[in-house]
């Protein structure tokens, strides 16, 4: 059976893969022999209000920025794109036509 690491808080272990989901239950996340986390805890793990105050004060702040603002942005200018790139294969196109009339002349 192949062997898994698993972290909670600083306790690092080496377990069992058939033993993962228990210990991601437990609260421990799987992290990789570099230390970053591969499957995050299911269960078993708490947040200070500290943090969950940061997490919402940082919701707060990307939902007022100008993100949505950037996409209507970013929408505009892949439309007037679109537009261009379909006149400029059309002017291909008739240039082709052209060049063909030309030829055959």
Not at 26 to 46: H, L, N, P, S, Y
Not at 84 to 95: A, D, P, R
């Amino acid at each position: 059976m192949a062997q898994v690491t698993v972290r909670k808080n600083n306790k690092v272990l080496n377990i069992e893969d058939t033993r993962l989901e228990s210990y991601l239950l437990q609260g421990f996340e799987q992290i990789d022999k570099d230390g970053k986390v591969v499957k995050e805890a299911t269960g078993g793990r708490t947040v200070s209000l500290q943090e969950h105050n940061k997490a919402l004060d940082r919701i707060k702040e990307l939902e007022e920025n100008d993100a949505v603002q950037e996409l209507e942005e970013a929408k505009k200018e892949i439309k007037a794109l679109k537009s261009e790139n379909t006149k400029l294969k059309k002017s291909l196109e008739e240039l082709k036509k052209l060049s063909e009339e030309s030829k055959s002349e």
